[in-house]
């Protein structure tokens, strides 16, 4: 299984709405990541993830809370987003934090704040 | 710091070669190359180290000159499955996970 699973495809959510997005792959991966992608532009990194821990925060504002709570699975939580924060989602794993092999990206999900 | 990719983008017709650069004003420890296709997933496609070693699909082939902090990424003989936004995303220290993505080189072939 060389997949990461990300659900939902889609999410609508009113700016007072709480929300969670999920991240899921089987490969042994022990690096994880959340990218936000604007239309027509790159990946932005948001977090990483390394052994469930978290590394790296981008200086990503309080209203996205990142958890790792075991090596397959990565949630998003969401909470009083603003509608700039409408965007594509994208979940990524690697075997670690060198990205020697490469990251492998979710499909992501499509999120709209209304 | 962003890295900064040329051209914007490029059109060919297949069969055509493109290269594609990627520079950056700071030093950097790694280069990644990533496909992205409308409404699909980035898909890895390279990764160059400082000291020369690189790891990627075979048909893949790019260059990493250290001094200029310059990455080129090679495509010949253009097939219509080679269309999509590329990316390259660097890495100035290993072992972090950060990559800073480029702004994207949006590769259109024509039959």
């Known amino acids: 299984d060389t997949e990461v699973t990300q659900t939902p495809k889609h999410l609508v959510m009113g700016m007072t709405n709480k929300k969670s997005l999920k991240c899921e792959q089987h490969m042994g991966h022990r690096a994880m990541y959340w990218y936000k992608q604007k239309a027509k532009k790159p990946p932005e990194l948001m977090f990483v993830?390394?052994?469930?821990?978290?590394?790296i925060n981008e200086s990503v504002p309080s209203r996205f809370s990142p958890e790792c709570p075991n090596s397959s699975l990565l949630n998003l939580h969401l909470h009083a987003l603003q509608p700039e924060d409408s965007a594509l989602y994208l979940c990524?794993?690697?075997?670690?934090?060198?990205?020697?092999?490469?990251?492998?990206f979710g499909q992501g999900t499509r999120l709209t704040v209304v | 710091q962003q890295p900064v990719q040329s051209p914007q983008a490029v059109i060919l017709r297949e069969g055509e070669d493109a290269v594609i650069n990627c520079s950056s004003s700071?030093?950097?420890?790694?280069v990644h190359w990533y496909r992205q296709k409308h409404g699909e997933a980035p898909v890895f496609l390279m990764i160059?180290?400082?000291?020369?070693e690189q790891k990627g699909h075979e048909k893949i082939s790019a260059s990493f000159n250290e001094k200029k902090q310059q990455s080129s990424l090679y495509l010949t003989a253009s097939q219509l499955s080679y269309s999509g936004t590329y990316f390259c995303g660097t890495e100035r220290s290993g072992n972090t996970g950060k990559l800073i993505f480029g702004q994207g080189t949006t590769l259109q072939v024509k039959p």
């Open positions: 700071k030093a950097l420890y790694s």
């Open positions: 160059l180290l400082k000291g020369g």
């Open positions: 990524a794993s690697s075997p670690n934090r060198d990205n020697f092999e490469g990251a492998f």
């Open positions: 993830y390394s052994y469930e821990k978290l590394s």
